[in-house]
Each structure stands twice: as structure tokens, then as C-alpha cells.
């Protein structure tokens, strides 16, 4: 006859290890949330000082910014390997990874730790890089070496700590939960969910407790009326996605090497390759009025809340810019960059358009351009909705966040954060050793 104290016990284990699971997530979740107002308030900082420079002189970033670009490559390279980038590659690639030092190799607290100091560093150089990319990264690694001692749930762990970077970062609770479903894992998985939304929902209250309530591009009451204003709709979804996936099928391009001479000098001189890039992002801020360095928050703030007008030049050097920083290999997100670029499309083609209300279109390109770029449509309405606080342009918004995804696929097959992580995948993965096939890792990649 077995002991009535059995089930008892087996019952208390159970609830003991769910207990401590949530306590990993809502721990993870306060970090994280911790760790992205600071870099959020750092990266501020770091920008000021970089305009600061430029009040004193224009022409200083064609030293600064090639010398500053250089050093953070080969520190990156030296100190942080795994940190150069956006970071939202490496953390879809740990989630893929079966093994515990192929995951560390691309999410851990060193390299957590470099991918701060050195978007820090990029942003006082003036490279076209912003901090929201890094964050996830960042999330992804606090949350993997938290939930060290439980290797079976790394995979979810990675996953909240990177959907938690991106609430925390934009202040976007929604578009937390959707990216960690449509981008990060492809998929909608009940047994990681409530746990998932703990973590985002921990971070997101950590940074209303710091920072308080705030919209990132501050809010709009735009709305389309009228058939010019549908009309709107398709041109800035076209415009927008293809240009989005010319600048997705660069990255992957010069990811995967590029053939000949060029292609062998990139490799074998990474650090001179940085530094040229980074004299190319002075001669775009000069050519822009000092527009574009950095994350060009405050250009796109001032255009989306007070509809202060950006050079016509805008989008075409910010593009060019963010694909300089992006290629060079410092360490530094495109997401920010991606949404500045997007707002000068929209800039541009409302031209097209004078009778539709010129917010209403800005709004239009960065969600077609940004949903071009990522091919997640879904995240990109979403984050762009709630960056702005303006629930009237939710359909124009999911209608150009379509087309702008399915143009992209036209110049590149897939998204640029997935297709790049392939390049980690293989790079960080043994011999034989490939994507996992776990209950937590569902979905296409």
C-alpha cells in the first residue's frame, strides 16, 4: 500500500518547479526591463554629446565617426565576439541552437555587457545605429543566464527576454508579445505563453516605474479620408517594401561574402572596411544638414508630433547611412534607423499626395518600409500603432504593412533578421548539429 504523503509530495515538486519558473521569468522580466531604460537613457546621453560635437564642428565626424566606427570593430572582434550587429539575429539563432556553448557563444552576460558599451560608443561616434536591436540581444542574454540552471526552458527564456527588450525598449507592450510570436519564434506556442507575457509585462512595468508613461514618436490623430488617401495606401506599401528589401538583400549579401577582390579585402581588413564605412556616414551627414547620424529620433519625433519638415534628401541618405553601419559590423540595431528611413519615404511621397494629411503618410511609410525590411507585417503595424498612440490608421497601417512585406519578397526571399541568423546558426552549431526541433522552437525559421 503506497504512503498517503506521496501524492502530497509529488503535487508539492510540481508546484515548487512551476514556482520557481515564474520567479525565473518575473526576475528576468525586472532585469531586462532595468537594463533597457538604461541603455535607453545612456543612448540618449550618448547622442547629446555627439551633437554637441557637431555644434562645435560639422566636419569633425569625418575624423571621428571613421576612427570611432574602426575601434568598435575590433573590439567588438577582440573583446565581444557575437556582439557586432544588430543582435536580433543572434538571439532568433540561440533559440535554434541545442547546444548549451553554441547558445553562450551568441547571448551571454559578457557579451550583453559589450553589446551596451559598444552601441554606446557607435552612438557617440555618430554611426546611423539605434538601441533597440541591441536590446533584444541584450534581453535574450540576461534571460538565458538566469535560466542556466534549467537548460530545457533556455529556449523560452531566450525568447521572453528578447519579446521583453522590445517592450521595454519602445515602450510597446502588444508589439513585445506579437514580435516574440511572429519574429522570434514564428509561432504561437500555449505552454510558453503565460510565461512569456509575464516577462514582457514585468519589463514594460520596470520602465513605466523609471521612465514613466510615454509614446516613442509621440502622438497623432492622423486619418485617411478620401480615395486619394487609399490610394496612399498601396503606393507607400510598394515604395516601401521594395526598398526595404534592397536594403535586406545587402545585409545578406555582404553577410554571406562578397565574390572577388572586394569580397576578400572586406575579410581580410575589417577593421579599414569599418572605418571607410564610417567616412561614407560623415559625407551622408554632411550631404543630409547633420540629419542623419545616430538614430534620427528627434528629426522623425519632430516630423511625426510637430510635422517639422525634413530635407528631401532625407531617406535616401539615412538609408545609405544605416546600410554603411549595418555592413561595417559595429555593434548597433536597425530598427530605429529603419523607422527614421521609412518616415522620409513617406516624407517624399506625400508630394504625391497634398490633399492626405502628411503625418497620416509618414506613418504609412515607415510601417511599409520597416515591414519591407523585417517581413512582419503583423509587428510592424503594431509597433508603429503604438509608438504613436493614433488607433485610426490601424487598417491603412495592416494594409501597407502587407504590401510592404510581400514587395520585399520580390528582391529578397526572407526577412533580414532570419536570414542572417542562418549565417550564425551555422557559424555557432557543431559539426552535424543543426535548428532544434523542440516543443519550444515551432515554426519555419
Request: charged share 10%; net charge positive; proline share 5%.
Amino acid at each position: 500500500m503506497r504512503p498517503r504523503s506521496f501524492p502530497s509530495a509529488r503535487r508539492l515538486r510540481l508546484h515548487s518547479a512551476r514556482t520557481q519558473r515564474q520567479a525565473v521569468f518575473l526576475l528576468g522580466g525586472i532585469v531586462v526591463g532595468a537594463a533597457a531604460v538604461a541603455l535607453a537613457l545612456l543612448a540618449d546621453l550618448a547622442q547629446e554629446a555627439f551633437q554637441a560635437l557637431l555644434a562645435r564642428s560639422r566636419y569633425a565626424p569625418l575624423l571621428v565617426t571613421p576612427l570611432g566606427m574602426g575601434l568598435s570593430v575590433w573590439l567588438a572582434r577582440r573583446y565581444f565576439p557575437g556582439s557586432g550587429g544588430s543582435g536580433i539575429p543572434q538571439a532568433i539563432a540561440a533559440r535554434k541552437l541545442l547546444s548549451q556553448s553554441a547558445r553562450a557563444s551568441l547571448v551571454s552576460l559578457r557579451i550583453a555587457v559589450g553589446k551596451i558599451l559598444l552601441t554606446l560608443f557607435g552612438l557617440l561616434c555618430g554611426a546611423s545605429v539605434g538601441r533597440e536591436g541591441p536590446t533584444v540581444q541584450v534581453g535574450a542574454s540576461i534571460m538565458f543566464a538566469i535560466g542556466r540552471l534549467s537548460p530545457r526552458r533556455q529556449p523560452g527564456l531566450i525568447l521572453a527576454g528578447a519579446s521583453a527588450g522590445v517592450a521595454a525598449a519602445f515602450n510597446t507592450p502588444l508589439a513585445g508579445i506579437v514580435f516574440g510570436i511572429e519574429e522570434m519564434g514564428r509561432a504561437f506556442e500555449v505552454k510558453s505563453s503565460g510565461l512569456l507575457i509575464v516577462a514582457i509585462i514585468t519589463a514594460g512595468l520596470t520602465s513605466l516605474a523609471l521612465l514613466g508613461n510615454y509614446t516613442y514618436f509621440g502622438t497623432t490623430t492622423a486619418t485617411l479620408q478620401g480615395a486619394a488617401g487609399w490610394l496612399a495606401v498601396p503606393v507607400c506599401g510598394l515604395a516601401g517594401g521594395l526598398l526595404g528589401g534592397a536594403f535586406s538583400r545587402i545585409l545578406v549579401e555582404v553577410a554571406r561574402g562578397l565574390p572577388g577582390a572586394a569580397g576578400r579585402a572586406i575579410r581580410r581588413h575589417p577593421v579599414r572596411f569599418a572605418m571607410l564605412c564610417g567616412l561614407g556616414t560623415a559625407l551622408c551627414g554632411l550631404a543630409s544638414g547633420d540629419m542623419v547620424y545616430g538614430t534620427s529620433y528627434g528629426e522623425v519625433r519632430a516630423l511625426v508630433d510637430d510635422g517639422a519638415p525634413l530635407t528631401q534628401s532625407f531617406a535616401l541618405l539615412k538609408f545609405g547611412a544605416t546600410i554603411l553601419a549595418a555592413i561595417s559590423g559595429i555593434p548597433g540595431g536597425i530598427f530605429a534607423p529603419s523607422l527614421a528611413v521609412g518616415a522620409g519615404l513617406g516624407f517624399n511621397l506625400a508630394t504625391l499626395f497634398p490633399d492626405v494629411a502628411l503625418n497620416a503618410m509618414v506613418l504609412l511609410g515607415m510601417v511599409a518600409y520597416f515591414a519591407g525590411v523585417v517581413q512582419a507585417p503583423i509587428t510592424a503595424f503594431v509597433i508603429v500603432t503604438e509608438m504613436t498612440n493614433d488607433h485610426a490608421m490601424v487598417i491603412p497601417l495592416m494594409a501597407a504593412a502587407i504590401i510592404g512585406s510581400q514587395a520585399s519578397r520580390l528582391l529578397c526571399a526572407e526577412g533580414v533578421y532570419h536570414a542572417l541568423a542562418h549565417g550564425f546558426i551555422a557559424a555557432a552549431a557543431k559539426p552535424g548539429e543543426a535548428a532544434a526541433s523542440t516543443a519550444e522552437q515551432p515554426g519555419p525559421r
